[in-house]
Nanobody, 124 residues
Framework: QVQFVESGGGLVQPGGSLRLSCAAS????????MSWFRQAPGKEREGVSCISRSDDRRNYADSVKGRFTISRDNAKNTVYLQMNSLKPADTAVYYC?????????????????WGKGTLVTVSS
C-alpha cells in the first residue's frame, strides 16, 4: 500500500523558511521522479518542482525559482522542499507526488501517487 508522510508545514512570518519532508513507502521510491505541488484557497493546483529519480534533473516554477530547493534521499525514501524567503503568496497546501517519468514543469496528470498534503501559512 502506497503511503506518504508529509511534515514540516506550519505558520511562518514573511521572509522566513520552512523545510517540507515527504517520506514514502509501498513502492520502489528510487525508480520514481518526485514532485511538489501546491494549492492555495480558491486556486487551481500548481506544480512547484520536480526531481528526477537519480537527482540529475530538477525544475522549478518561476514563482519559486531561486527561493525553493528540491532534494531527495533515496536511502531514506524521502523527498524534501527547502523553502526560503517565504511570501504570503506561498500560502497553500503542499502535496508531494510520485511519477514514473520526470516532468518539466510538473504535470498533475502524470502523477501516479499523491500525498495528502501539508499546510503552509505565511503571515505576520
Amino acid at each position: 500500500q502506497v503511503q506518504f508522510v508529509e511534515s514540516g508545514g506550519g505558520l511562518v512570518q514573511p521572509g522566513g523558511s520552512l523545510r517540507l519532508s515527504c517520506a514514502a513507502s509501498g513502492f520502489t521510491f528510487r525508480t520514481y521522479a518526485m514532485s511538489w505541488f501546491r494549492q492555495a484557497p480558491g486556486k487551481e493546483r500548481e506544480g512547484v518542482s520536480c526531481i528526477s529519480r537519480s537527482d540529475d534533473r530538477r525544475n522549478y516554477a518561476d514563482s519559486v525559482k531561486g527561493r525553493f530547493t528540491i532534494s531527495r534521499d533515496n536511502a531514506k525514501n524521502t523527498v524534501y522542499l527547502q523553502m526560503n524567503s517565504l511570501k504570503p503568496a506561498d500560502t497553500a497546501v503542499y502535496y508531494c507526488a510520485a511519477s514514473r517519468y520526470y516532468y518539466s514543469p510538473p504535470a498533475a496528470y502524470g502523477m501516479d501517487y499523491w500525498g495528502k498534503g501539508t499546510l503552509v501559512t505565511v503571515s505576520s
